[in-house]
C-alpha cells in the first residue's frame, strides 16, 4: 500500500519547515508553495496530524533507506493501493486527484 509522507515536528520548527525536511529525507524531494489541507486526531498522546497540498520543485525519488519501502509518481488513472478512505492521508490524496481531473478538463 502506497500513502502520504508523514513525520513529527520537530522542537522550534514550523509546520512548513517540517514539511520541508520531511519530504526532503524521506524522499530526496524538494517541495516548494504549499497549503494546508485537513487535521485528523492520531491516537498517539498530544499528537496531531496535519496535511498539507505541495508543489515539487526538484529532486529525484530517493527513498530514505530503513524509513521508506518504495516512493513513485503514479498516473492519476493508476494509482496502486491506498489506504483506507477514513484516513486523513487517503482524504488528501483523493481531494488532488479531483483537483487534478477538474483542472485537466
Known sequence: MYSA?????EPGESLEQCVR??????VGVRVGAMRYFASQS?????????AFVCEWEGGEIRPQEAEIESANWFKVLQLPKLPSRISIARKLIDSVVAEMAATSR
Do not use: K, Y
Open 5 to 9: 509522507l508523514a513525520g513529527f515536528v
Open 21 to 26: 525536511r520531511e519530504v526532503l529525507e524521506e
Open 42 to 50: 492520531w491516537p498517539f498522546p498530544h499528537s496531531l496530524m496535519v
